[in-house]
């Protein structure tokens, strides 16, 4: 257990609908990141968070959308859904902002139809 | 923005069999590289990680080697087992806009019994 937990494990929505997926890091860990995984394909870093202001962003859609709470919990919100955005959505945490190693979530597995 | 190659996609070795995935990134100002192990459906679990300081790191069968020069690093496993199959990403960051990690495209490594 990497202690990184994301909830839902699966959801199953429309075309054009919108959905939140909620992250919670490690006890202590200040940055949170999300990535996508489309079927058999790589990592997509998406965005970064780091206690509680964005730091970097990735190859991120306009419709989707994230925020880090003060809590530390941090929330992917994905919008105006297309087929093309089912894949798995995983959240990271790390201790720093700097080179600490990332602990996955298990990931939650968005299906468009 | 940083840029990572990893070879080869897919590599198929015999049990018992030595295995190597290399990896190239682009910018020079990269200081940590962390491989991570992604079994079927799962979450990616870091391995190893190396570190700019250093030009090689063993633990245990894995072994990862940095040649800073060249900008490449390669992740070498000994003896493989059936239970070495999986998914192998490697990863580069610089440290800067708070560790964004960028890995390589993967590489499915298939170890025949």
């Known amino acids: 257990d990497s202690g990184v937990t994301q909830t839902p494990k699966h959801l199953i929505t429309a075309t054009g609908q919108r959905v939140t997926l909620r992250c919670s890091p490690r006890?202590?860990?200040?940055?949170v990141y999300w990535y996508q995984q489309s079927l058999d394909q790589g990592l997509q870093f998406l965005i970064q968070?780091?206690?509680?202001?964005?730091?970097a962003k990735g190859n991120i859609l306009e419709r989707f959308s994230a925020q880090q709470f003060p809590d530390l919990h941090s929330e992917l919100n994905l919008s105006s859904l297309e087929l093309g955005d089912s894949a798995l959505y995983f959240c990271?945490?790390?201790?720093?902002?700097?080179?600490?190693?990332?602990?996955f979530g298990n990931g939650t597995r968005l299906t468009v139809t | 923005g940083e840029n990572v190659e990893q070879h080869p996609s897919t590599l198929s070795v015999q049990e018992g069999d030595s295995a190597v995935i290399k990896c190239t990134y682009s910018?020079?100002?990269?200081?940590?590289f962390p491989w991570y192990k992604q079994e079927l459906g799962k979450r990616p679990q870091l391995i190893i990680d190396?570190?700019?300081?250093?030009g090689e790191k063993k633990d245990q069968r894995i072994a990862v080697t940095l040649n800073k020069t060249a900008k490449h690093f390669s992740l070498h496993i000994t003896e493989t087992q059936p239970e070495d199959s999986a998914v192998y990403f490697c990863?580069?960051?610089?440290?800067?806009?708070?560790?964004?990690?960028?890995f390589g495209g993967g590489t499915r490594l298939m170890v025949k019994p």
């Open positions: 190396i570190r700019s300081n250093v």
């Open positions: 910018d020079s100002a990269s200081n940590y």
């Open positions: 006890s202590g860990d200040l940055s």
């Open positions: 990863a580069a960051s610089n440290g800067n806009a708070g560790n964004m990690l960028t």
């Open positions: 968070y780091y206690n509680g202001e964005e730091r």
């Open positions: 990271a945490s790390s201790v720093t902002g700097g080179n600490s190693p990332l602990h």
